[in-house]
């Protein structure tokens, strides 16, 4: 599993971690940048990897860390209510926004509310705050899956479809994960490390995923696309401010919940329009200049939250 590494003092500035947003941040554009550039000398399909992490490996991870690392039931309301508060939250504001520009709220406020907390989220939680900051960042993004696949779908296409949000894998990984975890359930000691392999495939196979996504790009929608990428960060730090502010939230889940708000579109927006016909070169170009804009927001946001 990922870990957060230790900080390095002799490279702060002003008492800001500047060394260890470079640790953070580094290992994972490092590794979108390897796929990135892969896929632009070898064109690459990506369509049974894919399928692959979605079924075998993410599920694996989500189970074994919640059925091993998730701390005390008590600790979990307030980022998991945090996550639903940004989600819905950064929608309501992108909303009146967006109606103003004259473009469809229905195929831009969704890559704007729902983020990239699975493909960029989980690595980064886990680089800056290791297995117990990885734990939450699950919790997060769970929430913002059971989201995305109700509320999210819901504006898609005008009706929610109960069937796909109850035989998805992610969502069932996560049931049986927190069955384990309060039901005092750990899995035998001879299958447990193969749980953990399958595990640990997941987070660099996003990531790599996640470049090779991005060679697959239509920019023909720039000016939509620059819009919902800077709406994406501007609304979900707003929401996560307001949430961490009534709510008391510090430390680890309060910087967990700010990194959760700077997060760019997720590419599965994009999947989703395509796949209901809601816009889909519009969301290409939400997502792809979000995640180019994350290289900025990202740090800076890291630059603020990281212990020292």
């Known amino acids: 599993m990922l870990r957060g590494p230790r900080p390095n003092h002799a490279f702060s500035q002003g008492g800001r971690p500047v060394w260890r947003v470079l640790e953070v941040t580094v290992p994972v554009f490092a590794v979108i940048l390897v796929g990135y550039l892969y896929a632009r000398f070898r064109p690459t399909d990506m369509a049974v990897a894919n399928r692959l992490n979605v079924h075998l490996f993410v599920p694996a991870l989500l189970f074994f860390v919640l059925s091993e690392k998730l701390p005390a039931a008590s600790a979990l309301a307030g980022p998991a209510l945090g996550a639903a ?56 993004f769970v929430v913002e899956m059971v ?42 000691a001879l299958v447990r490390p193969a749980i953990e392999m399958m595990a ?3 987070i660099p ?18 000016r939509v696309g620059l819009t919902g990428s800077l709406l994406c ?13 009534l709510a008391g939230l510090t430390g680890m889940q309060a910087g967990l919940l700010w990194l959760f708000g700077a997060l760019p579109p997720a590419v599965l927006n994009y999947i989703l329009a395509e796949h209901y016909q809601r816009g889909p070169a519009e969301v290409a170009s939400i997502v792809v200049l979000g995640n180019a804009a994350a290289l900025v927001t990202i740090p ?9």
């Open 233 to 245: 960060p501007a609304t979900g730090l707003l929401a996560a401010w307001a949430f961490i502010t």
């Open 147 to 188: 989201l995305h696949f109700s509320v999210g779908v819901f504006l898609l296409q005008g009706r929610a479809e109960l069937g796909p949000l109850l035989r998805n894998p992610i969502l069932l990984a996560t049931a049986a994960g927190l069955w384990a975890h309060f039901g005092d359930w750990q899995a035998p």
């Open 85 to 140: 508060v940004v989600v819905l939250g950064s929608g309501l504001l992108a909303w009146p926004v967006v109606r103003l520009t004259g473009w469809s709220a229905r195929t831009v406020v969704p890559p704007v509310m729902f983020n990239n907390s699975g493909n960029l989220g989980l690595p980064l939680a886990a680089l800056a705050f290791g297995e117990a900051g990885l734990a939450l960042a699950v919790v997060l």
């Open 205 to 222: 196979l996003m990531l790599v995923a996640l470049g090779i996504r991005l060679t697959d790009v239509d920019l023909s929608q720039w």
């Open 200 to 202: 640990d495939v997941s």
């Open 300 to 308: 800076v946001v890291l630059y603020f939250v990281l212990p020292g």
